[in-house]
């Protein structure tokens, strides 16, 4: 079984930064896709980034500029370094991973990590 543990969310003051990450434990043959997406509330879970094993990178047209995802397979870990952080950027931030296991693709979520940003 796959689990997704994220870390690194918290309380900034706009114009400030965090970094997130997300740890996969688990027995799998590989990571074919990373990725962050958030929820506000009273809002429907949006993409913020992704990241393929080939490491070509989407991110959402609110956050370019301001927000870089990395990833590291052997490691299993996915980050998402947050700068110029905006009130609007709070929400509970979920790490993603398409994981490749014996029984095919599975799509993985962790529990999610609070991000709140204070104007």
Known sequence: QVQLVE?????????????????????????????????????QRELVATITRGSSTRYADS??????????????????QMNNLKPEDTAVYYCNMIILRGGGRSDNWGQGTQVTVSS
Do not use: E, H
């Open 7 to 43: 870390s690194g969310g918290g309380l900034v003051q706009a114009g400030g930064s965090l970094r997130l990450s997300c740890a996969a434990s688990g027995s799998f043959f590989s990571i074919d896709a990373m990725g962050w997406y958030r929820q506000a509330p009273g809002k």
């Open 63 to 80: 956050v370019k500029g301001r927000f870089t995802i990395s990833g590291d397979n052997a490691k299993k870990m996915v980050y998402l």
